[in-house]
């Protein structure tokens, strides 16, 4: 049992010092959390989760959700969206919403970016949740 535990301290520790290495200005974009996931093959939730232990801040959301320049939906008029990518979007709701890690697949589906399939999103009033790193619910 012993063992066990020590090999979560080391994973934990493993995680912590690859997190914090991967800083950008004192915090954590969400494509370097994404590829630390990947790297070390844990979950995205589980670099989340860490982040937040150590107090660091998870920045430039891939779909543009907590950027400080994000658009509103008034903002949003501007920006064309394909039929496709609206069609899309709405073909995927879970209970009225967009979960993160749906938009990656639509994203990938489409061949598009992650963030134009958040911007549709915005434009569409329709609210991403349950994020992959567990910024939001």
Do not use: W
Not at 112 to 125: D, I, T
Request: hydrophobic share 35%; net charge negative.
């Amino acid at each position: 049992m012993t063992n066990g535990k020590k090999e979560v301290k080391e994973v934990s520790t493993e995680l912590e010092e690859k997190v914090t290495s991967s800083l950008v200005d004192g915090q954590l974009p969400c494509s370097i959390a994404f590829e630390v996931a990947q790297e070390l093959e844990v979950s995205q939730r589980e670099i989340g989760k860490t982040a937040d232990e150590l107090g660091i801040k998870i920045t430039e959301c891939q779909l543009g959700c907590f950027e400080s320049e994000k658009a509103t939906y008034s903002d949003v008029g501007s920006i064309d969206i394909n039929n496709t990518l609206a069609e899309e979007v709405k073909a995927v709701l879970v209970s009225g919403y967009l979960p993160c890690a749906v938009t990656f697949q639509v994203a990938k589906k489409l061949k598009v970016a992650p963030k134009e399939v958040g911007n549709a999103a915005n434009k569409l009033k329709i609210k991403i949740t349950g994020c992959q790193l567990g910024c939001f619910p």
